[in-house]
């Protein structure tokens, strides 16, 4: 190979080539498992706190007696399910978010909105997306809201669902993820878009005008505001599939289950744990845009929004 070939730049990934999208599938995986896995102690906090409102005076004195009782392991408790299940998730939902995005806004409906692409295309995504999540979210909870625990690791867990309810056991919490998850990431998406539109056209200069580094501190901005309105929104759904993966009794079908459940808190208790929520999932969507779109710079690609 001569020099001349050498000093060539390296060719980019085509854009909505197979290889674009499956990258950015890969950019989700490694945007999602950790940034969930990383908030374990949050998630773990707030889901018992859902389950049963006195259990913790508070998340500060939670932490604290499950450090006190069970060490940094005990905080983390349910790590690895969140790993596996959303490392999955992560590249479902931006690997298809792509996919949709450039099906429905290029080749089917060109002539619509910008808004109602990225919802319907977030929409598309999150619904695959959480079938391949909906197992390993099943045994977190269960895990994570039992005391004593319902299972010690992943692999236990699961072996003990599907010996007990078979793998159906696994997916009893599907249609109340859904509707948790997908409002969440139509609300992830859309926000996050429309926001980093905003925040160039307020700048004053097109995206191109600005470094790899500038756009990804764009992104972050972007997506803790996204991060704030997904919290809110999905907080209900959130503290259903809690409830139902802890205390819905077999054989009950899942509408009865929920009519049950919400009987028992009440509305005001489908807000249980909202603060901490929004602390976890405003930080977990800025540094999950973050990362994703620093992988897509470092593959030579444009970050995500302000077209």
């Given at each position: 190979?001569?020099?001349?070939?050498?000093?060539?730049?390296?060719?980019?990934?085509?854009?909505?080539?197979?290889?674009?999208?499956?990258?950015?599938?890969?950019?989700?995986?490694?945007?999602?498992?950790?940034?969930?896995?990383?908030?374990?102690?949050?998630?773990?906090?707030?889901?018992?706190?859902?389950?049963?409102?006195?259990?913790?005076?508070?998340?500060?004195?939670?932490?604290?007696?499950?450090?006190?009782?069970?060490?940094?392991?005990?905080?983390?408790?349910?790590?690895?399910?969140?790993?596996?299940?959303?490392?999955?998730?992560?590249?479902?939902?931006?690997?298809?978010?792509?996919?949709?995005?450039?099906?429905?806004?290029?080749?089917?409906?060109?002539?619509?909105?910008?808004?109602?692409?990225?919802?319907?295309?977030?929409?598309?995504?999150?619904?695959?997306?959480?079938?391949?999540?909906?197992?390993?979210?099943?045994?977190?909870?269960?895990?994570?809201?039992?005391?004593?625990?319902?299972?010690?690791?992943?692999?236990?867990?699961?072996?003990?669902?599907?010996?007990?309810?078979?793998?159906?056991?696994?997916?009893?919490?599907?249609?109340?993820?859904?509707?948790?998850?997908?409002?969440?990431?139509?609300?992830?998406?859309?926000?996050?878009?429309?926001?980093?539109?905003?925040?160039?056209?307020?700048?004053?200069?097109?995206?191109?005008?600005?470094?790899?580094?500038?756009?990804?501190?764009?992104?972050?901005?972007?997506?803790?505001?996204?991060?704030?309105?997904?919290?809110?929104?999905?907080?209900?759904?959130?503290?259903?599939?809690?409830?139902?993966?802890?205390?819905?009794?077999?054989?009950?079908?899942?509408?009865?289950?929920?009519?049950?459940?919400?009987?028992?808190?009440?509305?005001?208790?489908?807000?249980?744990?909202?603060?901490?929520?929004?602390?976890?999932?405003?930080?977990?969507?800025?540094?999950?845009?973050?990362?994703?779109?620093?992988?897509?710079?470092?593959?030579?690609?444009p970050t995500t929004g302000g077209h």
């Open positions: 190979m001569s020099k001349i070939e050498n000093a060539l730049p390296k060719p980019k990934i085509e854009l909505y080539s197979g290889k674009y999208f499956a990258a950015c599938a890969f950019g989700g995986v490694i945007a999602c498992g950790p940034t969930h896995t990383a908030v374990t102690p949050l998630d773990l906090v707030k889901t018992r706190r859902q389950v049963d409102s006195k259990l913790y005076k508070s998340n500060l004195s939670a932490w604290s007696m499950i450090y006190r009782a069970e060490g940094l392991r005990g905080v983390f408790f349910g790590w690895s399910p969140t790993f596996v299940g959303y490392c999955f998730q992560g590249g479902g939902k931006y690997g298809f978010y792509e996919v949709f995005k450039y099906l429905y806004g290029e080749k089917m409906f060109p002539e619509v909105s910008k808004p109602i692409i990225f919802l319907g295309a977030s929409a598309s995504a999150e619904f695959l997306a959480d079938i391949a999540l909906c197992p390993f979210e099943a045994v977190k909870v269960r895990m994570q809201t039992t005391l004593p625990p319902f299972a010690h690791t992943m692999r236990e867990g699961i072996s003990k669902v599907v010996a007990k309810e078979g793998y159906a056991g696994l997916y009893k919490g599907l249609y109340p993820l859904w509707g948790r998850q997908i409002p969440y990431t139509m609300c992830k998406f859309a926000t996050f878009e429309t926001t980093v539109d905003k925040i160039y056209a307020t700048l004053g200069k097109p995206k191109s005008a600005y470094n790899g580094l500038q756009q990804t501190g764009v992104s972050f901005l972007g997506g803790y505001i996204a991060g704030i309105a997904c919290a809110v929104i999905s907080h209900p759904a959130d503290v259903m599939v809690s409830k139902l993966n802890s205390d819905r009794k077999p054989g009950e079908g899942a509408g009865k289950a929920m009519s049950r459940i919400y009987g028992n808190i009440g509305f005001t208790g489908l807000w249980n744990g909202l603060p901490v929520r929004i602390l976890m999932i405003g930080t977990l969507t800025a540094f999950q845009w973050l990362i994703y779109d620093s992988f897509k710079v470092a593959l030579g690609l």
